[in-house]
Structures are given as structure tokens and as C-alpha cells.
């Protein structure tokens, strides 16, 4: 299949004053994209939109606010029609976890991470659906997770929100494939960015060393070859494609380890 062009696509792209969302809008700018970005902070977006402006991007619009708030994302995608009569792309990479053991955690850290990761993703696309099926050879993009195919403890709330995420995108794949609009779920592993610096809980140690992840900038750069491509699904981290086999052909095996991870969390706490 030919390549698509991304000069003067319409794209609108959730979390993108940093992480991975900004790696995503650095580099479709490089492409000469048209950028809607979405984040919490004004002045950081833009900021942004500067930055991106100079890369090369073709034009670059700015809405402040939270993706939870409905009216927020009704305001956002009414700017897309306003201003530009369609979208091309709509990508969904804000996220946010937290840290520890379920039954210490509460129902506000659930339901929050629920409502960021999940809930907000699914509620923007039904608004925006009516302007990529104007369009046709559209494209629906999730940055879902390792986690979204295999479960970890000491993360319960986040694995939760990466699975629903990623079996709510296979049935909604399956009812746009006649409209011309793709679905890609990009499922990275671990990936160096400040996103574990801005967990909304930590309860407890890690009962693992930290590893050293994949730079953002190369998430970015296969996702933006995955959409070029029109492709389902990516693993941009070969550990994490490697932790997807594993649970999937050595369950038992994947689940005894999981299990000295949770005892080894346990009596760490307990010291």
C-alpha cells in the first residue's frame, strides 16, 4: 500500500504539551500537518504551538482545558470544523497512573485514571466522528500500552484503563472499516519521559529496578510511519513485544513471575 501524505493534514492531538503527544506533534509538524493541540496548561501550549510553527507545521491551534470536561471537547472539536471543515487525524495520547496496591488505594484514583485514559478518549471520538467520516482515509489513533495486554501488579488502576481502551478499539474497528476510517493502537513499553514523574498516586516502593525506557522521539517516529501505512497495531519496545508473547504463549510462566513481583512488593512495605 502507498504511503499517505501528512503535508496539510488536519490533526487534532490530545496531551500534546509533552510526553509522547509532543514527541507525536514535533514530528507530524516536520510533515507539514495542520496541528489542534489539547492539554491542560495555555501558556505551555503556546509555547508549543511556536515551536511547532517552526518545524514546519502548516498551522497550529491551541485549546486549553481538561478532557474530561465534555464541554471543553465539544469546544475543541467545533474549532476542527470551524476552522478547517473536517479532521484527517485524531489522536488520543494524554494519560496519567498511579503507584501501589489496589486495596490501598481509593474509588477517586480509579475512577480519575478511568476518566482520563479511557472515558475521555472514547466520549471525543464520538464527537469527532461525523468530521473524519466527511472526509474519508481517516484515522482514529490510541497510544494504549504494554500494559493493555498484559497486567502488572502495583498498577491495577492503569492495566485496567489500557485494556478497556484496547478492546473498546477492536470493536470500533470493526464498525468503521466500511467508512474509511482506520484505528491504530500503538502499545508502547516503557518509554523515557517525565510521566511517571506526575503519578496522581504513589503508595509504597516498586518492587523492580527502573528501566531504562525507549525514547519518546522513537515512539513518535513509528507511530507516524504506522499511520503513513495505515497499520492496526505497533510495539514500538521489543521488551514489550516480548512480554505480549510471553503472557500469550507462557501464561502460567508470566503469572508465576507476576506473583513473586506482587510478594516481593509486599514485603517491602513490610520492612
Same mark, same amino acid.
Given at each position: 500500500m502507498a504511503r499517505i501524505s501528512l503535508a496539510d493534514r488536519r490533526v487534532l492531538i490530545t496531551g500534546?504539551?509533552?510526553?509522547?503527544?509532543? +514527541?507525536?506533534?514535533r514530528e507530524l509538524a516536520r510533515k507539514g500537518a495542520r496541528l489542534l493541540l489539547i492539554a491542560r496548561r495555555q501558556e505551555l501550549l503556546r509555547q508549543r504551538?511556536?515551536?511547532l510553527t517552526s518545524l514546519g507545521a502548516r498551522s497550529v491551534l491551541v485549546?486549553?482545558?481538561?478532557?474530561?470536561?465534555?464541554?471543553?471537547?465539544?469546544?475543541?472539536?467545533?474549532? +476542527?470544523?470551524?476552522q478547517w471543515a473536517g479532521l484527517d487525524l485524531l489522536i488520543h495520547a494524554?494519560?496519567?497512573?498511579?503507584?501501589?496496591? !489496589?486495596?490501598?488505594?481509593?474509588?477517586?484514583t480509579l475512577r480519575r485514571i478511568m476518566e482520563v485514559n479511557f472515558f475521555a478518549a472514547a466520549s471525543l471520538t464520538r464527537l469527532a466522528l461525523p468530521l473524519l467520516r466527511s472526509e474519508g482515509n481517516t484515522q482514529v489513533?490510541?497510544? =494504549?500500552?504494554?500494559?493493555?495486554?498484559?497486567?502488572?501488579?502495583?498498577?491495577?488502576?492503569?492495566?485496567?484503563?489500557?485494556? +478497556?481502551?484496547?478492546?473498546?478499539s477492536q470493536s470500533l474497528? +470493526?464498525?468503521?472499516?466500511?467508512? =474509511?476510517? =482506520?484505528?491504530?493502537?500503538?502499545?508502547?513499553?516503557?518509554?523515557?519521559?517525565? !510521566? !511517571?514523574?506526575?503519578?496522581?498516586?504513589?503508595? =509504597?516502593?516498586?518492587?523492580?529496578?527502573?528501566?531504562r525506557g525507549i525514547p519518546a522521539e522513537s515512539v513518535a517516529r513509528q507511530t507516524?510511519?504506522?499511520?503513513?501505512?495505515?497499520r492496526r497495531e505497533i510495539f514500538p519496545n521489543w521488551h514489550g513485544r516480548l512480554l505480549v508473547w510471553a503472557s500469550r504463549y507462557c501464561p502460567g510462566l508470566v503469572g508465576w513471575w507476576m506473583g513473586k513481583l506482587g510478594n516481593r512488593a509486599e514485603e517491602i512495605e513490610g520492612k
Open positions: 500534546a504539551s509533552g510526553g509522547i503527544g509532543l +514527541a507525536l506533534a504551538a511556536d515551536e485549546a486549553a482545558g481538561d478532557i474530561t470536561d465534555a464541554a471543553h471537547c465539544q469546544q475543541a472539536v467545533a474549532l +476542527a470544523q470551524t494524554a494519560g496519567i497512573s498511579a503507584h501501589g496496591r !489496589f486495596d490501598r488505594s481509593d474509588e477517586a489513533v490510541l497510544i =494504549g500500552s504494554i500494559l493493555g495486554h498484559c497486567g502488572v501488579p502495583l498498577n491495577s488502576e492503569y492495566v485496567a484503563s489500557k485494556f +478497556a481502551l484496547r478492546g473498546w474497528r +470493526a464498525e468503521l472499516l466500511g467508512q =474509511g476510517i =482506520g484505528m491504530l493502537l500503538v502499545s508502547p513499553g516503557t518509554t523515557d519521559t517525565d !510521566f !511517571f514523574d506526575h503519578l496522581i498516586g504513589r503508595r =509504597g516502593t516498586i518492587p523492580w529496578p527502573r528501566q507516524v510511519r504506522a499511520i503513513e501505512r495505515r
